[in-house]
């Protein structure tokens, strides 16, 4: 750790680093973030245990409307941020600039928030992507957050055990209850999930669905508990 630091401190007296939340120059050793941007991170401290949909008001307790009326395949949720800026900035750099060095930074974060949980899963899975998308990105930005995650908390990745069998990203010309009924059938077990309890893991969750049918899948292959750890959410509900 303490290489490390030394490390670093060569490293911007060399070549400053640019902070990835507003382009200036981050002076602060060991920070990757500046100060101004690390104050004004969305942070969700308040949501939704079973979906972290984030609340307005430190007084609204317990799981939210949606959840209770139509309660997800997941037991639990957890997100770090607001899907707001920068953080919606950070993910479309991870995403569409291959900025893999912000799947670091963002998986690490994860792990520093999820590493005090009272019992951590037994396997990691972060959410498939269609192959012929994985193709014509060439990364699936889940994977890349998951990898620290994994290692930070000597956590067992499986990236092959659950396959995305329908591209359900390409079909925003489908009418709802189309796209519905192909999520239902997007996910395949390729394994046994036997008593297991894993962690699904993504950069965004908005409605909720992607991983609630990727839940089911799970459950339905034998898994005791599926929670789900993502970056961002989304304020608005399922
Ligand atoms: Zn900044
Ligand atoms: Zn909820």
Redesign the pocket.
Known sequence: MKINNWLSNIQDWLLPRLCPGCGLTCKDPGQHLCPGCRVSLPVIDH???????PYMHADIQG??????RNP?AFAS?VALYRYAPPVDHFIRALKFHHDLAMATLLGQSLATAVSNAPAHPDVIVPVPMHPARLRHRGFNQAVEIARPVARELGLAMDLDGVVRVRDTAAQARLTKPERRRNLRRAFEARRDYDGLSVALIDDVMTT?ETAHHLARTLLKAGAREVTVWVIARTSSG?
């Open positions: 949501g939704c245990p079973r979906c972290a949909i799981t939210c409307g949606a959840c209770q997800p949720a909720g399922r």
